[in-house]
């Protein structure tokens, strides 16, 4: 798998729909792949891993609340994926 098709099924991971079976913990995955790259920080990271069980949990509301994660943030509402 090349680095931009690992990316993009990444990227399409970590914005795994809300309410669906596991997909807490598949958006932690994805945002651990991102954390490792250095694309999120880690207070970004910690918001998703307490997300992990909770798979109606918006992880995205919570950074906001936290003032955490501007530039994920920014990047997630685009639409455009790390590249």
């Known amino acids: 798998m090349t680095v931009d098709a ?3 099924e990444n990227w399409a991971l970590v ?3 809300l ?5 807490g913990r598949t958006r932690y995955a ?3 792949f991102f954390y490792k790259r250095g694309d999120m920080t880690a ?3 910690e ?8 798979d109606s949990q918006d992880p995205l509301s919570i950074i ?11 990047r ?3 639409g455009i994926a790390p590249t």
């Open 6 to 8: 690992e990316v993009a």
């Open 15 to 17: 914005n795994a729909p």
């Open 19 to 23: 309410g669906e079976k596991w997909s």
């Open 30 to 32: 994805a945002a651990m």
């Open 43 to 45: 207070e970004t990271l």
């Open 47 to 54: 918001v998703y891993r307490l997300c992990a069980r909770l």
């Open 64 to 74: 906001r609340q936290r003032g955490v994660g501007r530039d994920w943030l920014a």
């Open 76 to 78: 997630v509402e685009s």
